[in-house]
């Protein structure tokens, strides 16, 4: 019997048990969220559908306080059709939650992952943006896109913000990090916020992945 084989047996031993833990996981087991690798509807996007359903099961583990043998026996129980074959080849070599999501997203978001770094190369605070609502997306694209210098996500959150925020951050020594730099710029923000510095945050938007401007300084001082 395969190593595989003895761990799912085990835990389904302990799924069927009667303890809080077991009853806890047989719920997750049964709720029907499952992954086809295929997209759901004519004209859908897979990548989509499966960062949604992985985003899914990595706050399952999160919120279950879940190890990584037990939520990867319900990651194969949640695997069917087109993703079961998948799963039966070469998810269940997985040893580690780390270790199947890498190869999940090899195998289903290679696409997603270009859009990703195409969202984040764009980004660009919006007249309606706050500081937060920049840094909270560029976090999650950080996330989302794996590992990354602090002096990268320092200089990429620098290029997306407000420019005259941007240019008393960088002024900071201390702004090295992206939490230093994300803290700076909010205090900043705040400061023109409280003393009505009206129009300092140029016509940009992020939302769509394109940047947008236009030039409002002269109506300042018309």
């Not at 794996?146 to 913000?161: D, P």
Request: with cysteine.
């Amino acid at each position: 019997m395969s190593s595989l084989n003895q761990d799912n047996q085990a835990i389904s031993g302990a799924l069927t048990g009667e303890s809080q833990q077991g009853n806890k996981m047989m719920r997750y087991v049964n709720e029907p969220k499952s992954f086809s690798g295929y997209a759901k509807y004519p004209g859908g996007d897979v990548c989509s559908e499966a960062y949604a359903w992985l985003n899914r099961m990595s706050r399952l583990k999160a919120t279950a306080k879940l190890s990584d043998k037990e939520i990867l026996f319900i990651v194969g129980d949640h695997l069917v059709e087109k993703a079961e074959t998948w799963w039966n080849v070469v998810g269940s070599k997985s040893e580690s939650w780390k270790e199947f999501s890498e190869l999940f997203k090899k195998q289903y978001m290679v696409d997603q992952e270009d859009k990703w770094w195409r969202q984040l190369q764009t980004m660009k605070q919006g007249p309606q943006d706050s500081i937060d609502d920049v840094a909270l997306k560029m976090e999650e694209l950080f996330g989302l896109l794996g590992s990354m210098s602090e002096a990268f996500q320092v200089r990429t959150f620098l290029g997306a913000i407000n420019p005259a925020i941007a240019f008393e951050v960088e002024k900071d020594e201390t702004a090295t990090t992206f939490s230093a730099a994300k803290k700076k710029a909010k205090q900043i923000e705040r400061s023109l916020a409280k003393y009505g510095a009206n129009g300092v945050v140029p016509n940009r938007g992020f939302s769509n992945g394109t940047i947008v401007e236009s030039d409002n300084v002269g109506s300042q001082h018309g």
